[in-house]
């Protein structure tokens, strides 16, 4: 392999591992600091310069190996020379084998933008979800010291009651002990 293609597929291998990474089920904080690390590599220009100019060129070998096996397709086999057709079919297997190692690095180049933005998405709804847990969560415990205020007024409310009606108990006996100890 040349010395273009090994590097192309150096790029392929390490977008292979970033797809690994980033579709791992890893906790949401491992992944919002790895998508955290994508999104900060993305804002800076010199990165953003890099990357166009390298899947430029991964995209004119591609279009190379592209028109390399439509014109290798079209190669006379010859019935005489066994040589000639291994050469022939050698350099169809090379442009074959580069017009795919070109092509899976394209597609996974836009695999990584699509599953980052696709995780960027998930990674604001649980945020979402969790205000709305915690909205929800104090609305139930709201509802729950409600319920006791209400509970707690009426037993108020009894207790109220019962010392009314022990004032009045305690009053109406107390009269009557005033007059016996009067009498004795």
């Known amino acids: 392999m040349s010395l273009q293609l090994s590097i192309i597929f150096g790029i392929l291998m390490g977008e292979m591992f970033i797809i690994t990474l980033l579709v791992l089920p890893l ?15 993305a804002r800076k220009p010199t990165c953003n310069v890099t990357t166009y100019i ?6 004119l070998f ?10 290798a397709r079209h190669t006379p086999v010859s019935n ?14 090379y442009n074959q084998r ?11 180049a836009a695999s990584i933008k699509c599953i980052i933005n696709l995780i960027n998405q998930i990674l604001r709804n649980e945020e979402k979800l969790s205000k709305v847990a915690k909205v929800e969560h104090t609305t139930l ?30 009053n109406e006996l107390t009269p009557e002990e005033e007059s016996n100890k009067k009498d004795e």
């Open 98 to 108: 580069n017009m795919y190692i070109t092509g899976a690095t394209l597609f996974y």
């Open 141 to 170: 415990d709201l509802q729950k010291l409600k319920e006791e205020i209400k509970s707690k007024d009426v037993q108020i409310e009894g207790l109220k009651r019962q010392l009314e009606n022990l004032t009045k108990s305690y």
């Open 62 to 71: 591609f279009i190379d190996s592209f028109r390399s096996v439509n014109s």
């Open 27 to 41: 906790g949401s904080n491992v992944r919002r600091s790895v998508v955290r690390l994508f999104n900060w590599t």
């Open 80 to 93: 005489y020379d066994a040589a000639v057709n291994q050469q022939a079919y050698m350099k169809k297997f």
């Open 54 to 59: 390298v899947l430029g060129l991964v995209g």
